[in-house]
């Protein structure tokens, strides 16, 4: 059976709208600032010409590139992958002889979350293939890996499954709240904050001479932050009880403290890689019957108090135990 994975149309049409709001810009911009002010070709007919240039050449290669040249397909089988870009096969793997792995790269601007560039490698005896996942939904992303590069394939092999039928992995949703030197500096810092709002609070009502829009600015500068200390509190609480303590894999079920799920129950286990530093890690179980359910598992940053230090083992015997697909990352 043939499973096809492909840029999806919403990053297409996206790509679309970025290009129709570009050309123009451009065209209007190349001649003004350019040909005019720095080439100092003021004759408003080849100004024009070369506008009425850009916006067709440039439209154009907009519509080529999001219909035809940009948008690429994987075709896979239990044999061979191919990748198709347009209407021709540009590269073709043997899946017995080709690794195949991927690379996300979460792109911010000023601090925001932009996207995500993703990437697929394809290494062989001879060479090694970097492809573009352009346009790809995180979906079909995760849909592709799962196919291309299955958990159960990259966990360790052991002499007998049997060997190790039972293993409980405990957790520790106390080592999301700040511990030790840090906690106190914090709480320091808040008590002096808070203490000297409330010295200055008490200069202006005691200085009769004072202006009494002081008063209100100091007031309100120490309710907001109250507020943000209020609901950093009450975030990190319930991320903390997101957090199970304990997750027991056997051969046959998965037990999240006393949540207890056969195998044969579920979709997919839906995991983070362990290979993800700074990132929050999730478990996400998904049921035959639609049913979701998610847990936290704390940041995979290696610095300071690990909430589950013994996550990669416990993703290499899941993945070792269940069927196969049915253990897969969340490549997000």
Known sequence: MTRVYGSGLAGRIAALVVGVIAV?????????VVLENILDIRDSKILIAVCVGILIVGGLWVLVHVFVTGPIRFETD??????????????????????????????????????????????????????????FS???????????????????PVAEVSAERSRTFALDPRATRLRGPVR?????????????????AAFIVSDPTSDPE?????????LFVLIVVVIVGISGSRRAKRIPKSITVTTS???????VLYYGQL???????????????????VEKIGTRTGYQLGSGNPSGTSVFPEYAAFVDMVGRVAPAGVVRFDLR
């Open 24 to 32: 123009p810009l451009v065209a209007i911009a190349f001649p003004l």
């Open 78 to 135: 239990a044999q061979s992958v191919r990748l198709r870009k347009g209407l021709r096969v540009t590269n073709e793997w043997q899946r017995a002889a080709t690794v195949f792995g991927s690379l996300v790269t979460r792109q911010t601007t000023n601090g925001i979350p932009s996207g995500s560039l993703r990437k697929v490698f394809a290494t062989t005896a001879n060479e090694r293939v970097e492809v573009p996942a352009r346009w």
């Open 138 to 156: 995180a979906k079909a992303f995760n849909d592709l890996m799962a196919d291309l590069a299955p958990v159960s394939a990259l966990a360790e």
């Open 184 to 200: 106190v500096v914090v709480t320091v810092l808040l008590v002096l904050f808070f203490a000297s709002l409330a010295a200055f």
């Open 214 to 222: 002081a008063l209100y600015f100091i007031l309100a500068v120490a």
């Open 253 to 259: 079920t998965l037990q999240v403290d006393d949540k």
């Open 267 to 285: 979709a997919s286990i839906e995991l983070t890689p362990p290979s993800y530093s700074g990132n929050q890690r999730a478990l996400t179980l």
